[in-house]
């Protein structure tokens, strides 16, 4: 086995897992808080990276020639209106579905899911689209007797520091202030929180708002890293993101995290050495497998159903 | 709501739409550029402003006395009769006018009416699983491609025909079920769906990437069925005679769709046939039962693992025999037959049709292809309209657009 195949394999296994991180953060909260799979949150990601692509275009018509200023400006826009597609998207199909049985919601999540992707398709076309690369240029990373592991590129480093940073943000919101608490208070048991003063729909609607902010986060990071994505990307994304929730416990933002890590380091080091075929099936397996022999992941507690 | 009340709430939503749209329909990517489409986003809000309007005075129509009448007839609630739905002689006449079908339509029609009659069979499969048992199956076009590829491969390396295919298929599918099903049922119902997702997905994938036996995207042909050992084709391909040469009539280029047609809707009303009568075996109560409360029925006694397990396994087996219908009818598969978009668009024939309701399903699968062969022009928002209808109907009428009855037994005066 070559060191620097390793390293290397390694390196974009990290820019890959911080990238699952951020998606699973909002599968894991909305679970954490409703108990439901949000299916259309890897169409929420699809559609982050359209608007990341489209917003990057107009600034760039407009003028804005400094990078960091333009992905500044981006990266705020993109935040916002992915998170007001967020907030639509569980004002319109779920929230109407709160008290209704197990299943309603779970089918409403897929009606949107197909209809974000198709409208998405109709009005951008089915094309791949792309957007230039940005940020060029890369750093060697050297093991100690002076031979080259692997190399870094720029938007790898700054995708890992932005998945840090905004990671950071969301556990320090969640811990300290006191939506976090609300947020946290909703969790543990809505009925409760409620009588206690806390309007859980806005709680609840805040929650699909930060999901998919984060998500938004990925999709530009995402499309700065590879540079070319389709209507369809939320879909294979969406359940690797899934599975890094399960993996690392769902309902626990730290799990989420890790799961995402290990999952994108598994699947590098997979499509690396073994197959690159066969990585989308390696990530389904590990789902499957995780679900069977451990079903409350690596941080996540065994859930207690009360009658 | 007064006029003035409804406007500001049309125009909020109108707004909203007219916003949320901007970025992603008033600009289109063109390369690294965009090209502007505003008027996109202003027909989008336009479009929601107005349907807001006519809803809401579809709503108010409908509080008025004489129509609210009609509503409470209209809306959809168990009944419980003694009569079934339909008499037996309005099936009688039913099922022959679907056999006299194939006398008058064109090939192409014909070819139309099995792919419905095959998404009829896949709905009711799939409504014994998401209907009857409430386990959320995703990825349930997969055991349709074990079905279609099982015939295939089993033409192909054991000499399988048409009709031992049949069984051996279900078979093969209710084994993958069951052994995808034994671990991930016994787990919160959520789960399953994400699970059986990522199995069709691997299901698809091991299709397309192993070239050495599938055939990958290139895919592999599938014999037409043999009617008692006689072939429907004009050359005998698999040892038999043709059913021209030994009848000595002309060669029939339609006569391979005819068959499978017949045996389809014969298939298909004997299913029909078991699914009520499995609704009101001790089994189909479980299921029901199980899909309304499980904690209750695991303290009743019911074994939650296995009855989730049959009805998993048997919708898996009906979707076995519809892909070997497929197969034969097409005479080709390749794995883009059997994408997310097929499970999606066979939960939303179940979830048109009414979850539960096995006469609703069919007249979805029926309508849907037959509105899909008719609207042609207009294919590019038919996945649109099936995701919209699916939330439209998850709120406004989860239990389907026909009501569903239900059989009760009484004890007679006589007795």
């Known amino acids: ?307 | 709501m007064s006029i003035a009340a409804s406007l500001k709430h049309a125009a909020r939503w109108g707004g909203l739409t007219l916003l949320l749209s901007l970025p992603l329909s008033g600009w289109m990517l063109n390369g690294y550029q965009v090209t502007t489409t505003w008027h996109r986003p202003l027909w989008l809000a336009g479009g929601v402003f107005v349907g807001t309007l006519l809803a809401m005075a579809l709503a108010r129509l409908l509080e008025m006395p004489p129509l609210r009448k009609l509503r409470w007839r209209m809306q959809t609630k168990i009944t419980v009769t003694r009569r079934p739905a339909l008499p037996a002689w309005e099936w009688g006449v039913l099922l022959t006018i679907a056999a006299t079908l194939p006398l008058w339509l064109s090939t192409y029609w014909l070819n139309v009416m099995i792919l419905a009659l095959i998404y009829a069979v896949l709905g009711l499969g799939l409504n014994i699983v998401v209907g009857l048992a409430g386990l959320l199956d995703l990825g349930y076009v997969a055991f349709y491609a074990v079905g279609a590829y099982g015939y295939a491969l089993g033409s192909q390396y054991l000499g399988l025909g048409f009709w031992t295919a049949l069984p051996f298929c279900a078979l093969l599918a209710a084994t993958f079920g069951t052994v995808l099903g034994f671990p991930v049922l016994r787990m919160r119902g959520d789960y399953l769906a994400i699970v059986t997702l990522g199995f069709g997905e691997i299901i698809r994938l091991l299709l397309n990437n192993g070239t050495e036996i599938t055939g990958g995207p290139n895919g592999l042909p599938a014999p037409a069925p043999t009617l008692f050992g006689l072939e429907l084709t004009r050359v005998a391909g698999q040892g038999g005679t043709p059913w021209h040469t030994f009848f000595n009539v002309t060669y029939n280029p339609n006569l391979r769709a005819v068959v499978i047609y017949m045996v389809l809707l014969a298939f298909l009303a004997l299913l029909f046939f078991c699914v009520g009568r499995l609704q009101r075996m001790p089994i189909g109560r479980a299921w029901e039962a199980l899909r309304e409360d499980e904690i209750a029925c695991r303290s009743l006694g019911i074994n939650h693992v296995t009855v989730k397990l049959s009805a998993f396994a048997m919708g898996a087996a009906i979707g076995g025999i519809g892909g070997v219908f497929f197969a034969a009818a097409q005479g080709f598969v390749n794995p883009t037959s059997f994408t997310f978009f097929e499970s999606a668009l066979i939960l939303a024939v179940v979830v048109l049709g009414g979850l539960g309701s096995s006469g609703g399903v069919v007249v979805a699968a029926l309508v849907i292809n037959i509105l899909h062969e008719l609207l042609r022009e207009f294919s590019d928002y038919r996945v649109l309209v099936f995701g919209m209808a699916m939330v439209v109907m998850m709120i406004w009428r989860p239990r389907g657009l026909l009501s569903m009855r239900r059989q009760f037994f009484a004890v007679g005066k006589n007795l």
């Open chain 1, 1 to 307: 086995m070559n060191g620097y195949i390793v390293g290397q394999q390694v390196i974009n296994g990290l820019v890959l897992g911080a990238i699952y991180g951020l998606i699973a953060v909002g599968y894991t909260m909305v679970y954490g808080i409703m108990g439901m799979i949000n299916f259309a949150h890897g169409d929420i990601y699809m559609i982050s990276a359209y608007l990341a692509a489209i917003f990057l275009a107009l600034l760039t018509g407009a003028g804005v020639q400094s990078v960091p200023v333009a992905l500044v400006l981006v990266l705020a826009l993109t935040i916002l209106f992915t998170a007001f597609y967020g907030w639509t998207v569980e004002r319109v199909a779920y929230r109407p579905l709160r008290n209704s049985n197990r299943l309603a919601p779970l089918i409403s999540a897929i009606g949107v899911s197909l209809i974000l992707q198709n409208y998405v398709r109709i009005s951008q076309g089915a094309r791949n689209q792309g957007i230039p690369a940005l940020i060029e240029g890369h750093v060697r990373v050297n093991a100690a007797d002076g031979v080259t592991i692997g190399q870094v590129t720029y938007t790898q480093i700054l995708i890992v520091s932005a998945a840090l940073l905004s990671m950071g943000a969301l556990a320090w919101i969640m811990r300290h202030t006191t939506l976090g608490r609300s947020c946290r208070a909703t969790q543990q048991d809505r009925v409760m929180a409620e009588l206690l003063g806390i309007n859980t729909d806005h709680i609840i609607a805040t929650v699909f708002i930060m999901g998919a902010a984060m998500a938004a986060v990925a999709g530009l990071l995402v499309t700065l890293n590879y540079g070319s994505f389709d209507f369809f990307i939320g879909f294979v994304v969406g359940i690797k993101a899934f599975t890094a929730a399960v993996l690392g416990g769902i309902g626990s933002l730290p799990g989420a995290m890790l799961g995402g890590v290990i999952l994108g380091l598994c699947e590098s080091l997979f499509s690396g050495f073994v197959n690159t075929d066969y990585k989308d099936v390696f990530a389904f397996a590990v789902l499957i497998l995780v679900l069977v022999v451990r079903p409350s992941g690596l941080l996540g507690h065994p859930e207690v159903e009360k009658v």
